[in-house]
């Protein structure tokens, strides 16, 4: 088992940028398939990014390509989401999850969630 905590959430203005974290406890994190998902007030949560077991291997979804990057630090246990030029449609709570499988944006194969982090984006 895993357990997962999300970090670095806060307000930012239209153009900027955040980092969030997800740092994990329990099994080692090169055993999971980790991913980044987001729901917005109102909306269903939506896949955003997935990085592979070993941290080589990453997937977007098309609304953040090329603004969003996702990072694993196995050693540190830790996933980072880098988020550059921010828009209000990025205004969500943002979860991280992790399974074993490579299906990343299939929320269903995801087993272990964090408890999210705000992420506002004023305009």
């Known amino acids: 088992q895993v357990q997962l905590v999300e970090s670095g959430g806060g307000l930012v203005q239209v153009g900027g940028s955040l980092r969030l974290s997800c740092a994990a406890s329990?099994?080692?994190?090169?055993?999971?398939?980790v991913g980044w998902f987001r729901q917005a007030p109102g909306k269903e949560r939506e896949f955003v990014a997935a990085?592979?077991?070993?941290?080589?291997?990453?997937y977007y979804a098309d609304s953040v390509k090329g603004r969003f990057a996702i990072s694993k630090d196995n050693a540190r246990n830790t996933v980072y989401l880098q988020m550059n030029r921010m828009k209000p449609d990025d205004t969500a709570v943002y979860y991280c999850a992790a399974t074993t499988v490579w299906a990343p944006t299939t929320i269903t194969t995801y087993n272990y969630w964090g408890q999210g982090t705000q992420v506002t984006v004023s305009s």
């Open positions: 990085v592979d077991w070993s941290g080589r291997s990453t």
């Open positions: 329990g099994r080692s994190f090169s055993s999971y398939v």
